[in-house]
C-alpha cells in the first residue's frame, strides 16, 4: 500500500508540472501571434495612410497626402481610388476616362493616316477683257460720215458688219483711176494691180472693188465694214461729223473669251504656279463655278499693296461673264508632290506658344485611356496640318474634346497643355499651413486665360502686325489671328496682364478691335493694303 501511494504522489507532480509548462508556451505562443498581427496590421495601416492621396468628392482638384477636412468646402476628404488591377498600374501621365464620361464630353477620336496634303489658298479678282481682243477701228481714208449703225456703246456687232457710211472725195479720185486702170488690164496689168492694191488697202473688199468695175462709174458713198466681232466700248465719232485717215472710229472688244486677274498676296506666290487649276465662282452669279487654269503671273510685285496679278483665260461663248464682276477663286496646290504626308485635323491640335499638343489614345486598355504628347508641324493643308515628327501612321488621336481632356490632366497634376513639366496645379489655398513661396509658378501656371475678340485687318501684312502687338505683351503667351474671320485667340497671364492692355496695344499698332479704336493718325500711316473698312 505505501508502494502504490507514493508511485501515485510522484504520478500527481509530474502530470502537474507537465501541465504548467504546456499552459506556459501556449501563452507564449499566441501572446507572440497577436502581437505579431497588430504589428502587422499596424505596418500596413501606417504604409497605407503614407500612399493614400486624399481628395475632396465635390472638389477634385484638392489633394493632400493626408486626411482632413476640405479648405474650400470644408467636407470631409477620401481617399483617391488607386488605378490598379488586369491592365497594371497605369502611367504617372495617363488619363483615363470610362465611356459614359466620354459620351458626356463628346471625345471623338480618329487614327492617324496618310495622304496627299493640299494647300489652300484664297483669291479675289475681277473679270477682265482679254486684250488681245481689243481692237480699235479707224478711218483708213479721210471723209464725212453720212450714216452711223452704230448709235450706242454696248451694241453687239459681226465681223463684216457695217460701221458707218462715208462720202470721201479721196476714194472717189482713187475709184476713177481704177476705171481707167482697167482699159489697160490687159496691156499694162501692173498699173491694173496697183490701182486695185490701192483700194484694198483703204480697208475696201474685193466684192466692192469688182462692184465698182462692174458698175464702170465711181460710188460716191462707202459702208466701212468692221474687221472683228464684239461689243462695242467706245464710240468716238457721231453722225456728221469729217474724219481724217487714221481718226479713231469705234473702239471693240471681243467677249467671247475673257480674263479673269486674281490678286495674290506676296506670301501666297511661292504655292502658284503656271498650270494649277483655279476653281471661283462670280458673286452676281451665285450656284454657278467656273474652272480655268493659271496662264500667267505676273512677275512684279504692286509696291504698295504688295500683291501680284495671277491670270486665268476663260471661255465665255453666252457672254455671262462682264467685265469688272468680282470673282472669288481657291487653288489647291499639292506640298509634296507624289508624296502622302500624315495629316491631322486643326481640332485635333492644342497650341501653347511654340508647342503643339495632341492626345493620343492608348492601345490595348479596357478603359480608354490616353497621354500628352508633343508633336511637330509642318504646313498647314486646308482643314489639316502637316505632321513633320511626333506621330506615326496607325496611331490613334483625340480629335474633338482634346482641351476638355487637357483640363482633367490639369486638375489631376499630370502632364498637359499649360503644365508640361507635370505637377499638382495649386489652388491658391494653403492646405497644410505651409508657406505659399514655393507654389508661385504653379499659381502662375493656374493663372492661364484664354479670349477670343474681334480685331480689324485685311491680308497678311496685318496677320504679322497684330500678332506681334499682342506677343509683345509681357504677360501674353500666344497670340492668333484669322485673316476670314477677322478674331484672334490670344493666352495669356492675368497675374501679369489685363486684358484691356493688350486692346491698348492692338489699337497703337494702327488695328480697331471690340473694345479700341485705333488713333487716326497710326492708321493712316498703314500701307494701303492694310487700310480696311472702319466704317465695318
Not at 285 to 302: C, E, H, W
Request: with cysteine; aromatic share 8%; hydrophobic share 35%.
Amino acid at each position: 500500500m505505501k508502494t502504490i501511494l507514493s508511485i501515485s504522489k510522484h504520478d500527481v507532480k509530474i502530470i502537474g508540472i507537465t501541465l504548467v509548462i504546456g499552459l506556459f508556451l501556449g501563452w507564449l505562443f499566441f501572446h507572440s501571434s497577436n502581437e505579431r498581427k497588430k504589428t502587422t496590421q499596424i505596418t500596413r495601416e501606417h504604409v497605407h495612410e503614407e500612399a493614400t492621396t486624399w481628395t475632396c468628392s465635390m472638389h477634385p482638384q484638392i489633394k493632400m497626402d493626408k486626411p482632413g477636412k476640405c479648405p474650400i468646402c470644408a467636407m470631409d476628404l477620401i481617399p483617391l481610388e488607386d488605378y490598379s488591377g488586369s491592365e497594371g498600374t497605369i502611367s504617372p501621365d495617363e488619363i483615363q476616362m470610362t465611356d459614359a464620361a466620354m459620351k458626356l464630353a463628346d471625345v471623338k477620336t480618329m487614327k492617324v493616316k496618310r495622304d496627299y496634303s493640299y494647300k489652300e489658298v484664297y483669291l479675289l479678282g475681277k473679270v477682265k477683257p482679254d486684250e488681245r481682243n481689243i481692237a480699235e477701228l479707224t478711218a483708213r481714208f479721210g471723209g464725212r460720215i453720212e450714216k452711223l449703225f452704230v448709235n450706242f456703246t454696248g451694241q453687239n456687232m459681226k465681223k463684216g458688219g457695217k460701221l458707218a457710211t462715208v462720202y470721201s472725195p479721196d476714194l472717189v479720185t482713187a475709184q476713177k483711176e481704177l476705171l481707167e486702170a482697167v482699159e489697160y488690164k490687159q496691156s499694162n496689168p501692173s498699173f491694173y494691180k496697183a490701182a486695185r492694191s490701192k483700194l484694198k488697202l483703204w480697208d475696201l473688199t474685193d466684192e466692192q472693188i469688182n462692184g465698182i468695175e462692174e458698175k464702170g462709174e465711181p460710188r460716191n458713198y462707202f459702208d466701212i465694214l468692221s474687221h472683228i466681232s464684239g461689243t462695242v466700248t467706245m464710240r468716238h465719232v457721231a453722225l456728221g461729223d469729217y474724219v481724217k485717215e487714221g481718226s479713231a472710229l469705234f473702239q471693240v472688244i471681243d467677249l467671247r473669251k475673257v480674263w479673269v486677274m486674281f490678286e495674290a498676296y506676296e506670301s501666297d506666290l511661292p504655292w502658284l504656279h503656271v498650270g494649277d487649276n483655279v476653281e471661283f465662282t462670280i458673286q452676281s452669279l451665285p450656284g454657278k463655278n467656273f474652272a480655268g487654269r493659271v496662264t500667267y503671273i505676273d512677275p512684279f510685285l504692286n509696291p504698295k499693296t504688295r500683291i501680284a496679278n495671277v491670270r486665268i483665260e476663260v471661255n465665255n461663248p453666252g457672254l455671262e461673264l462682264k467685265p469688272e464682276m468680282f470673282a472669288n477663286g481657291i487653288v489647291k496646290p499639292k506640298l509634296s508632290g507624289s508624296r502622302k504626308d500624315i495629316l491631322i485635323p486643326k481640332t485635333a491640335i492644342l497650341w501653347t506658344g511654340k508647342r503643339s499638343i495632341v492626345y493620343v489614345k492608348l492601345a490595348n486598355k479596357e478603359q480608354p485611356s490616353f497621354v500628352y504628347r508633343e508633336i511637330q508641324l509642318g504646313p498647314e493643308a486646308g482643314e489639316f496640318y502637316v505632321v513633320e515628327a511626333g506621330l506615326d501612321e496607325g496611331e490613334e488621336i483625340v480629335v474633338n474634346g482634346v482641351f476638355k481632356i487637357d483640363a482633367a490632366a490639369q486638375l489631376a497634376g499630370k502632364q498637359s497643355m499649360m503644365n508640361p513639366g507635370r505637377g499638382k496645379i495649386s489652388t491658391g489655398h494653403d492646405h497644410d499651413g505651409k508657406d505659399m513661396n514655393g507654389k508661385t509658378e504653379q499659381i502662375k501656371k493656374a493663372s492661364i486665360e484664354h479670349v477670343n475678340f474681334k480685331v480689324a485687318g485685311n491680308c497678311e501684312m496685318c496677320k504679322d502686325r497684330i500678332e506681334e502687338a499682342a506677343t509683345k505683351i509681357d504677360g501674353v503667351n500666344n497670340a492668333d489671328w484669322n485673316i476670314e474671320t477677322k478674331t484672334i485667340h490670344v493666352s495669356f497671364n492675368i497675374s501679369k496682364v489685363k486684358l484691356n492692355d493688350i486692346h491698348k496695344a492692338l489699337a497703337n499698332a494702327g488695328h480697331d478691335t471690340e473694345e479700341e479704336s485705333a488713333p487716326d493718325e497710326i492708321y493712316n500711316k498703314l500701307p494701303e493694303c492694310c487700310q480696311y473698312n472702319r466704317n465695318n
